[in-house]
Structures are given as C-alpha cells and as structure tokens.
C-alpha cells in the first residue's frame, strides 16, 4: 500500500529551524516527485517546493526559497524539509504529498499524514 | 503567478443531490490540474488529476471536467460522506498554486 509517513509534531522558538521527515512506502521512491505543502489554520494550502527524488533536483516557492531546504536519502525512501528562520506565522501543519499527474492512474497519491509545527515564545 | 478562483465559496446541498462546483484560473493551465476532498483534522484526498480523471479508488460519481481556464467538479449523487471542503490545484506553472477552496454543506 502507498503510503507517506511524517515525523511527529514540533514546537519551535522563533529563529529556530525545523526538520520535518517523509518516509515513503509501497513504491520506488525514486520514481515519483514529491511536494511540501503548507497549511495555516483555516488557510488553503500553500505550495513551498518539489523534489526530484530520482536526481534530487528541487524547486521552491520564492516565498521561501531563502531558508528552505528540501532534501532526500534514497535509501531510507525518505525526504526531509528543512525550514529556518521561523516566526510565528510559520505555525501551520506540513504536509508531503505525491505530485498529482498521470501516474495517479495507476498508483495510490497519498498525501502526508501531516506534521503541526507551533511556532511560538 | 497563477490565481485559481473558485465558485461558490460554501455550497449547501441535501444527500442524493447533484454538486456542481467551479474553478477558475487566470491564465490557461491546460489539463493541469486536481481536485481534491478535505475533512477536518486530515489531509487533502486527491479526486481528480489533470482535470478529468478519477485517482485510484475515487468513486464513480466524482467527475472532473474542463480545459485552459474553466473547471467544474461534479459529484452526481451526494452521499453524507462528501460533505467537506474542496480544493482546486494547478501545476501547470511555477508555483503551484492552490484555490481558496469550497465549503459543502449539509442543507
């Protein structure tokens, strides 16, 4: 069964930084892309990047392009989001999440059980 | 950057009705784009990808329409389980961008 399974909940200080693990089963992991999504309470989600988990490439939102960081180690079938420079309006819950194309036909598109960060003094 | 308008925004309907929700795009996404279903406390369900078709182990009765700027999600026959919100996404374009979403009531 496809699955994609996120670290537990965090709380941060403002300024700190915040890693947030996806861990994917059920598939190659290097087949697919994934997306990291964000969502405020009571906010639609926000996209904030992609990675090639083939070759790693990666691609983020201008919105948080200077303190993200998307990674991946294959061989744990895992990607990790690394975001820095948190205030408060970073408290939200983040999600990983297939990219919804064609393959979706075929395969399972989970989403993220999804991951609350509180940013808060 | 590419805004996605959707219409209604809440949409009170009784079971075994027909909903009809739209989305709007403000330039052409093509095919590019998903619904999805969300319930409170969990994650968006993919329904539809590249605007018509169902995702794997979507009902029947959730159907996707529409190309270049006009989308419509329709769901035939409403079962108690459908009421939540829903979102449009495309990814036709850097960033992906999201609707604001539509509420699905209980009349």
């Known amino acids: 069964q496809v699955r994609l399974v996120q670290s537990g909940a965090e709380v941060k200080k403002p300024g700190a930084s915040v890693k947030v693990s996806c861990t994917a089963s059920?598939?190659?992991?290097?087949?697919?892309?994934l997306l990291w999504v964000r969502q405020a309470p009571g906010q639609r989600p926000e996209w904030m990047g992609w990675?090639?988990?083939?070759?790693?490439?990666?691609r983020y939102s201008l919105k948080f392009q200077d303190r993200l960081t998307i990674s991946k180690d294959a061989s744990a079938s895992t990607t990790v989001m690394e975001l820095s420079g948190l205030t408060s309006e970073d408290t939200a819950v983040y999600y990983c999440?297939?990219?919804?194309?064609?393959?979706?036909?075929?395969?399972?598109?989970?989403w993220g059980q999804g991951t609350l960060v509180t940013v808060s003094s | 950057e590419i805004v996605l308008t959707q219409s209604p925004a809440i949409l009170s309907l009784s079971p075994g009705e027909r909903a009809t929700l739209s989305c709007r795009a403000s330039?052409?996404?093509?095919?590019?784009l998903a619904w999805y279903q969300q319930k409170p406390g969990q994650a968006p369900r993919l329904l539809i990808y590249?605007?018509?078709n169902r995702a794997t182990g979507i009902p029947a009765r959730f159907s996707g329409s529409g190309s270049g700027t006009d989308f419509t999600l329709t769901i035939s026959t409403l079962e108690p389980e459908d009421f939540a919100v829903y979102y449009c996404?495309?990814?036709?374009?850097?960033?992906?961008?999201f609707g604001q979403g539509t509420r699905l009531d209980i009349k």
């Open positions: 590249d605007a018509s």
């Open positions: 990675i090639n988990t083939g070759n790693g490439n990666t």
């Open positions: 330039q052409s996404v093509s095919s590019n």
């Open positions: 059920g598939y190659t992991f290097t087949t697919y892309a």
């Open positions: 999440a297939r990219v919804a194309d064609s393959a979706c036909g075929n395969s399972r598109c989970p």
């Open positions: 996404q495309q990814r036709s374009r850097w960033p992906i961008t």
